[in-house]
Each structure stands twice: as C-alpha cells, then as structure tokens.
C-alpha cells in the first residue's frame, strides 16, 4: 500500500526559509523519479520540482534558484529546501511520483503541507 506523508510546512515572512519532507511507502520510490507539486487557491497543481532516482533534478522557472529537491533512497524520502520564499509560493505542496501514482483511476495524493508566505 503506497502511502505519502508531507510535513514541515508552516508560516513564513517573505525571504524566509523552509525544507519540506516527504516519507514514501510502498514499492514507488525506489525505482520513480519523484516530484513536489504546489497547489495554490484556485489554481491548478503544477509540478515544481523533479529529482529522478540517479539525483537528476529539473525545476519550474518559477523556483529555479531558489528550491532545491534531493532525496533520500535507503529512508524513502524526498525534501524540498525552499528558500528566497515570496508570496506567491504561498501553496499546498504535494509529493507524489512523476507522472503521479494512480490508484484505479484516479491519481493518489498525501495530505500535503501548507505553506504559507506573509508578512
């Protein structure tokens, strides 16, 4: 039974900093590449980072420079280290397989972290 577990999300002033984990179960991780994905207030969830198994990372220009995914494969997790945060990072964020992992027909998402960016 695949499972994802989101955590370290919080309040944060502009410019601040925060490193959101992921705990992976279940057989994906160890042979996906894995993904964050943000969610913001009426908009579409959007990949905005990508490592693949080997540490190969992609980013959204949005963050480009400022995040950074790595991952862990023998503790089956993935971090994202957020820094520079602006407001409009502000976010639920998501860890999942790219592309997500289905269960039937439908993608299975975590409970996700609230990130929050505001003065």
């Known amino acids: 039974q695949v499972q994802l577990v989101e955590s370290g999300g919080g309040l944060v002033q502009p410019g601040g900093s925060l490193r959101l984990s992921c705990a992976a179960s279940g057989s994906i991780f160890s042979i996906s590449a894995m993904g964050w994905y943000r969610q913001a207030p009426g908009k579409e969830r959007e990949l905005v980072a990508r490592i693949t198994v080997g540490g190969s990372t992609n980013y959204g220009d949005s963050v480009k420079g400022r995040f950074t995914i790595s991952r862990h494969n023998a503790r089956n997790t993935v971090y994202l280290q957020m820094n520079s945060l602006k407001p409009e990072d502000t976010a639920v964020y998501y860890c999942?397989?790219?592309?997500?992992?289905?269960?039937?027909?439908?993608?299975?998402w975590g409970q996700g972290t609230q990130v929050t960016v505001s003065s």
């Open positions: 999942n397989k790219d592309p997500p992992y289905y269960r039937g027909n439908f993608a299975y």
